[in-house]
């Protein structure tokens, strides 16, 4: 724990203008990321006697080491630069909104030729509609159906569409009204286009013209007494105001508006937004976050603000954004959303009237996540917390780790032999801190010797972090020396955070392993176990007997699944290594020539061995390759040709080679590495 005073920058050094500062800790992480107007005013708060600073500010002052600041122009660029570098560096003592639950929303891919409606979620794509979020998925799908009926647009998958038009037969949608059917010619790509405009147009609100052209149609119909076609039309209005139904009016005068309520006690906070969009309630979402920094219900706003419009330009950022309270920076806020946006936006409370009813209404829902939230995370909270501490106790350690970290290694007879790393903090795992290894100093299977060589290197590499900040120097330890030199940016390093415990799957000879390649570096703060799969049992470095946990053990239960996820990763590395190493073709050989260039060869001629006996000219004809690598491939491919065909020794017949395009270059399968969080690799 640092004392505030030992990095205390002088009165006279820091300068009386707006910026951003930020504190680091010994490792040189960013921990906390914070604005001013006036850096010197700000900056002084911090460093003021430890006792009377709140109880968060004071543990972020004595666990940081350093601070820094940089000075901007306005107080718009310093609301700028803090969202992005709260985004860049994920400082732990910032309030950092998660969402509670994962919201869909109703999306319009108008980026294809034949724009499809879906539900999606995750994070926005370019050219893609979106009208919500919403709360439910099936309240979307209720929506969209009642709503095909008068715009029919395609709502299939890319291989269904493609089915379809291959042959010559719509899907059942297109049989029963409820899709126009382009994938067979019904409609031309423009008016299949055209629907889907005035379907994003309904639901954008603009509803009452549209309603009143199809009421217009409807008697012209019934006057020229094409009843069938009124009747029709009749329905299709009925389905608008059913969809419309479902989405009550709000606000009376069409208001385009984001209202936002807060609930807090004194760890956690709770944040529910209604998009309301011509009056209605167009989507719903919401957060929670521990109030891990000293903020009042006005910096909750504002980071709120800064979490919801971030990322978004245009109409995304209503005219009106109402809220309980207004920020500090009310002037500073307002331009920013006003350049998201491109024109004004008015950032007020409501004060009486269908604003403030509904605001109240928003509370509620806000006060119901918050009572929800700590419901649900009361028994985890209790559980983990439980687990932690009897680790601890049963491993006789100083204190519960808070950071484990488990290795398995994966082979398949001896062959393409692999192992994983996966973190768990607070008893939960952390996936973006996962690494993936190859075995490089032997081949074959031996599982102790690809352990010992697996916890040398994670360790080597936190040396060498510790190398770069001065924390450390080879003469410490063993460890190689080598090292890349690296900016000390505050962003989280691969490998730069020890482990409270390390476990490891196996019994005493992989433990012996891991416990020695810590030693050999000169590390002896780390505790290390061996979970062993016949009988569960936990084995200690020298011990002759294991600590056997009872069966009903939370801990236990933790350090299974800590070691299953460790098991789980490295199977699905070993699985991809050892796939794109059977799927590997003659074109993986060509210097130079990507995925995107073998595919496009394999598109242009269909297989390999058609490829194969292209001239030189004619594989010039395909997009991006030029002569000389069409004269690499084409050699490439001669040098591979079989001396003979292959043979069924069962009928005799010969078995064409008709390569389709992923396994004859090599491409991993679909599917590939799960999230990108799980992607570290050190190679």
């Known amino acids: ?103 869909p929303s109703l999306a319009v891919t108008m980026n294809e030729e034949f724009p499809r409606v879906q539900v999606m979620r995750g994070p926005k794509k370019k050219g893609v509609r979106y009208f919500g979020p919403y709360a439910h998925a ?32 719509p899907c059942l949608l297109g049989y029963i009204g409820k899709c126009s059917a382009p994938c067979v010619g019904r409609v031309t790509a423009e008016e299949h286009r055209e629907l ?127 809220v309980p309270v207004l920020p500090e920076d009310e002037a500073a806020l307002g331009q920013w959303l006003a350049a998201r946006r491109g024109s004004q936006v008015s950032l007020r409370v409501p004060q009486r009237g269908d604003k403030k009813a509904l605001m109240e209404t928003v509370h509620r829902n806000a006060l119901q996540a918050l009572a929800l939230h700590k419901t649900k995370r009361a028994a985890d909270l209790t559980t983990r917390s439980r687990a932690l501490e009897e680790i601890a106790e049963a491993l006789d350690l100083d204190s519960a780790p808070l950071r484990i970290e488990c290795f398995d290694i994966s082979h398949l007879q001896g062959d393409d032999v692999v192992a994983s790393m996966v973190v768990f903090e607070d008893g939960l795992a952390r996936k973006s801190e996962y690494r993936r290894f190859q075995i490089k100093s032997f081949a074959g299977q031996d599982d102790v010797r690809s352990m010992h060589e697996v916890v040398s290197r994670r360790f080597r590499r936190y040396l060498q972090e510790k190398l770069k900040t001065g924390e450390w120097s080879p003469e410490d330890g063993d460890g190689d020396g080598e090292h890349e030199q690296a900016p ?88 991809n290594k050892r796939g794109k190493r059977l799927k590997a073709g003659p074109l993986d050989e060509v210097p130079g020539l990507g995925d995107t260039r073998k595919h496009a060869l394999i598109k242009h001629f269909g297989s390999v061995k058609k490829l194969r006996q292209a001239t030189i000219d004619q594989i010039c004809e395909v997009p991006g390759i030029g002569r000389k690598t069409a004269e690499t491939v084409a050699a490439a491919l001669a040098q591979a040709a079989p001396t003979a065909p292959a043979v069924n020794t069962a009928t005799g017949e010969i078995i064409e080679d008709e390569t389709p395009a992923a396994p004859a270059v090599g491409v991993p399968p679909s599917g590939g590495w799960g999230t990108s969080s799980e992607r570290g690799t050190d190679q």
Request: proline content about 5%.
């Open 196 to 322: 889907a405009e005035d379907f994003c147009d309904f639901m954008a609100g603009r509803t009452g013209a549209y309603l009143s052209r199809l009421e217009a149609q409807m008697h012209e119909a019934a006057e020229e007494m094409e009843y069938e076609k009124a009747a029709r039309l009749r329905d299709d209005i009925m389905a608008l105001r059913r969809a419309m139904e479902k989405n009550a009016v709000v606000l009376a005068d069409a208001t385009d508006a984001d209202l936002m309520a807060v609930a807090e006690d004194e760890l956690e906070a709770a944040v529910q937004i209604f998009h309301v969009r011509g009056g209605r309630v167009r989507g719903q979402r919401g957060w929670v976050t521990d109030k891990v920094e000293a903020v009042d219900t006005a910096g909750l706003v504002e980071h709120a603000l800064q979490q919801l419009y971030g990322e978004e330009t245009g109409e995304a950022v209503p005219k009106e954004v109402l």
């Open 488 to 575: 000390d940016d505050g962003r989280p390093k691969r490998f730069a955070y020890p482990p409270q415990l390390v476990v490891v799957d196996g019994g005493q000879p992989q433990v012996a392993a891991a416990r020695r390649a810590l030693e050999e570096l000169g590390i002896d703060d780390v505790a290390v176990c061996g979970l062993a799969k016949r009988l569960e049992e936990v084995w200690l470095p020298g011990e002759d007997d294991p600590v056997v946990l009872p069966r009903t053990s939370e801990g236990l239960y933790l350090l299974q699944r800590v070691r299953d996820e460790a098991h789980r990763f490295a199977i699905q590395y070993q699985r």
């Open 1 to 103: 724990m640092a004392d505030p005073s030992s990095y205390r920058p002088q009165p006279g050094q820091i300068p009386d203008s707006p910026g951003v500062y930020r504190f680091r800790d010994e490792h040189r992480r960013v921990i906390y990321v914070g604005k001013a107007k006036s850096l010197r005013q700000r900056l002084a708060n911090y460093f003021q006697d430890v006792a009377g600073l709140h109880p968060r500010t004071a543990t972020m002052v004595t666990t940081a080491a350093s601070v820094e600041w940089t000075v901007v122009s306005t107080e718009v660029e310093a609301l700028q630069l803090e969202y992005s570098w709260i985004k860049e560096y994920d400082p732990r003592f910032n309030v950092k909104y998660r969402d509670d639950k994962s919201y």
């Open 138 to 169: 099936w309240a979307i799908r209720e929506t969209v159906d009642l709503m095909l009926r008068v715009f029919p647009v395609r709502t299939c998958s890319a291989g269904v569409f493609k089915r379809s038009a291959q042959i010559g037969r």
